[in-house]
């Protein structure tokens, strides 16, 4: 099950347009008029966006009155980081094992 539900979160992130809709939502709950007026693309295409990052549980709506509000849901995004956090420490050909942090520093230098 839980492999099931990160492929999910996984393909709906892929996606630039939902990784957007995502940023967006991040800084607060939005209707989707609100959400979808940056975009340049229909509204039956942007409520496709919407509905993979519905159900792969990034989202949550609720309705007030004839208002749709979308709403970050971080716990999956949480999920796939701490999924993510054994993979830290790589180890290179030779055997030595790098923290991706020193990776990223050297970059950075």
């Known amino acids: 099950m839980w492999r099931h539900r990160r492929d999910r ?10 990784r957007s809709i995502l940023e967006r939502l991040h800084q607060r709950e939005l209707t989707v008029l609100e959400l979808w007026e940056p975009f340049h693309m229909t509204q039956p295409s942007f409520s496709k966006h919407l509905a993979v990052l519905r159900r792969s549980g990034l989202i949550t709506v609720r309705r007030s009155g004839r208002h749709r509000y979308y709403r970050l849901n ?8 701490a999924w993510a956090a054994q993979f830290r420490d790589v180890r290179d050909p030779s055997g030595h094992v790098w923290r991706l942090g020193q990776i990223n520093q050297r970059k950075d230098t």
């Open 9 to 18: 979160i996984f393909r709906a992130v892929a996606d630039p347009t939902r």
């Open 74 to 81: 971080p716990e999956p995004l949480e999920q796939i980081a």
